[in-house]
């Protein structure tokens, strides 16, 4: 077992080596950076349902999970606009099993885990006092995250790394099962921050979302207004790997002239109430 699992190891990465992948279609933001994947998506939304089933039992077990009918409900009615365009990006993510729940506690933070596991923590809301375009705004950077598959990428480089520290004899003994994936993609979530291009590449593609879904994009701007006021007082958890700057306010600032028709467009489009 452990053999074919080296072997299949060893072979995809020697095909990855050479290849890289596209994950989205550009959009009109853009989009369109080769990424070098050296782990396969599958495994890494495997590992991701393992990382998010984790997270609900324990939050299950304080009795936060979803504690907040109203919040949940409101969360999901937004997710509700943005899933159906995200098939802009690419149209298998409207196969994917999205999951959309929310952590009572005072934390400020957000994320959307491979495969569209997504967790609002209520204290973002709260704190915040976000409307719903705010959320959105949230929503639609960690929803391009998965879309851009910028945890899997991450993966990837930490396997690179290996690979060129210690070779890879010493891989084939520790292949991408599922218990280490499952880590890592909390790690990523959880710890570390994306590195400023994938930071960028959410920030612009889910001002793309939240304008096709209906939500006023200049919205975004004021979200990270709000983020850099808070930061000032007491640091939250979101901030650790988002900070909140200046100079993601500008980028913003210069994409909405591309995402601006098509939030006009989807104004006209007599949206359902909700
Ligand atoms: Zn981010």
Same mark, same amino acid.
């Given at each position: ?13 020697a095909?990855a ?22 782990? %396969?998506?599958? %495994? ?18 304080s009795?936060k ?14 997710t ?22 929310t ?18 923590y ?14 959105a705004?949230?929503?639609g ?8 598959e ?25 292949g991408?099962?599922?218990?280490a ?40 701007i ?37 995402v ?8 006209r ?6």
């Open positions: 077992m452990r053999m074919a699992t080296a072997k299949v190891l060893v072979v995809s990465l095909l080596g050479c290849a890289t992948t596209q994950t989205t279609q550009p959009g009109a933001v853009d989009i369109h950076r080769k990424q070098t994947m050296l782990v %396969s998506e599958a %495994s890494v939304e495997h590992g991701a349902q393992q990382s998010y089933l984790g997270e609900l039992e324990k939050a299950g077990a009795g999970l979803n504690a907040d009918p109203a919040l949940t409900a409101r969360i999901r009615r937004i509700d606009r943005l899933i159906p365009v995200t098939a802009t990006f690419r149209p298998d993510a409207l196969e994917w099993k999205w999951e959309v729940n952590l009572s506690t005072p934390e400020v933070n957000a994320y959307c885990m491979p495969g569209g596991k997504i967790m609002v209520s204290g973002l809301v709260d704190k915040l006092q976000l409307d719903d375009a705010e959320i705004t949230v929503l950077h960690e929803m391009s995250h998965a879309l851009r910028h945890t899997r990428e991450r993966v990837s480089k930490a396997y690179e790394q290996q690979v060129a520290l210690v070779g890879l004899a010493v891989l084939t003994g520790a991408p099962d599922t218990i994936l499952a880590d890592q993609v909390a790690s990523v979530t959880f710890e570390l921050p994306h590195d400023r291009e994938q930071e960028s590449e959410a920030d612009v593609m889910g001002l793309e979302l939240m304008a096709r879904a209906g939500y006023d994009p200049h919205k975004a004021s979200l990270w207004k709000k983020m850099m006021a808070v930061e000032k007082s007491e640091p939250p958890q979101y901030l650790s790997t988002h900070p909140a700057s200046a100079n993601r306010i500008a980028e913003l600032e210069r994409h909405l002239p591309q601006l028709p098509l939030y006009a467009a989807a104004e489009k007599d949206l359902p109430a909700h």
